[in-house]
């Protein structure tokens, strides 16, 4: 996050890395890790409008 890499990028990099840990931890190479996700923000953009008064 401090490079400027947006929440959705680190999630997808951190869901990568959490089935990589669980493919080990199956395998029993080492013990399984619990990573969680970050939380996105839920932004809602506003719907689209006719602006055409005149219709």
Do not use: Q, W
């Not at 990589?20 to 953009?45: G, N, Q, T, W």
């Amino acid at each position: 996050m401090d490079k400027g890499n947006k929440m959705t990028a680190v999630n997808c990099r951190t869901r990568g890395l959490r089935v990589f840990l669980r493919f080990c931890a199956k395998r029993e190479y080492m013990e399984l890790i619990h990573i969680p996700v970050m939380k996105l923000d839920e932004s809602f953009k506003d719907p689209y409008v006719d602006i055409d008064e005149d219709k």
